[in-house]
């Protein structure tokens, strides 16, 4: 799931002469995983009733995030060296990548919301 949503982002960076499309196309690929992760978990604390913590009141989620990044960055900078792009050769246009980005981070990020009550920033 997430290597086809970086190969299109990729790819519709590097249609347009982006000048780093890697990093772009890692970074919404990062977003969208804590994104995901984050939804996920408050899902789970609603089905299991146990509260959920501030990212605000956590610094350990920096080093955390940091590393998974730099992974994220590593496993596709392996897989665009070695030139497994070849299947994912279709660019999408312009508002191709909007429904997709937002179905696959929007939604994702106002289930999290009103999962939390609203309050994620409190």
């Known amino acids: 799931m997430y ?3 970086f190969y299109k982002i990729y790819n519709f960076y590097k249609a347009r002469n982006n000048h780093d ?10 977003i969208s995983q804590i994104i995901h992760i984050m939804t996920f978990y408050l899902i789970l604390s609603k089905i ?5 913590f501030k990212l605000a009141d956590k610094l350990y989620f920096y080093p955390i995030g940091i590393s998974w990044l730099i992974l994220v960055n590593y496993y596709f900078k ?6 497994k792009t070849e299947k994912h050769t279709k660019v999408l246009l312009l ?7 937002f179905f696959f981070m929007f939604v994702p990020l106002y289930i999290a919301i009103r999962l939390s009550g609203c309050q994620i920033w409190k």
């Open 3 to 5: 290597t086809w949503f």
């Open 21 to 30: 499309p890697l990093f772009h196309s890692v970074g919404l690929v990062f």
């Open 48 to 52: 299991l009733d146990f509260n959920t």
């Open 78 to 83: 392996k897989n665009v060296k070695n030139n």
């Open 95 to 101: 508002y191709q990548l909007l429904i997709v980005l």
